[in-house]
């Protein structure tokens, strides 16, 4: 597997197999074990690039800058999208009936992030802007984002929240920045879901 379209077809394969089984096997397993495996798989197929990527820019104060601001403005954006939602169209938010585990928490806040970035921001948002402005491209991105997280109630926040990343990307032109304020934005998602209970 040579060809970075083969490698990247290969992702978006893996992930419309994953998310079949996550809609249709809604179990702890399903939640942990394909975001893991995808992400082992993709270190392999990516590994040169890795390989390439300047490891140094993580300890700099333009890249915690652009974390930061990709960070920040997606909690905002999330924010706007659930008020709409809950607030202003008076959708409630499903109920989930999984415990929230360590192994699903390193899954969903690590491995779950770095995944959703390579795919989302990484291969699609970069294939379609190739092809097209940033605006359809981002939109096209964020809306297959949003669709594919469970909660329906923040199908608008998760959209917004995947423009504004597509928008830091681009910005940055590190994957790393999204990647990390991903990483952050889930920890900060999970620390408060723990304090609500």
Known sequence: MRSQAAKDWLIVLMAVVMFGLQWTYRTE??????PV??????????LNELKGYNWKTLFTSSFWESVGF???QGM?????????????LGITQPSINMTLTPA????????????????YRKIIYSKLNRYMKF?????????????????????IGNFLLGFVWCYAYRRSGNLGVVIAAHILFNTIAFAVMGLRG
Do not use: C, R
């Open 29 to 34: 397993s399903m939640s942990i074990w394909p």
């Open 37 to 46: 495996a995808i992400v082992m798989i993709a270190v392999l197929l990516y």
């Open 70 to 72: 990709a960070l920040f």
């Open 76 to 88: 905002i954006a999330q924010a706007v999208g659930i008020v709409i939602i809950i607030y202003g």
């Open 104 to 119: 699903i928490l390193i899954s969903a806040v690590v491995f779950s992030a770095v995944f959703e970035e390579l795919l």
């Open 135 to 155: 605006w359809p491209a981002a939109v096209i991105s964020s809306l297959l984002f949003a669709v594919s997280h469970y909660d329906y109630s923040a199908y």
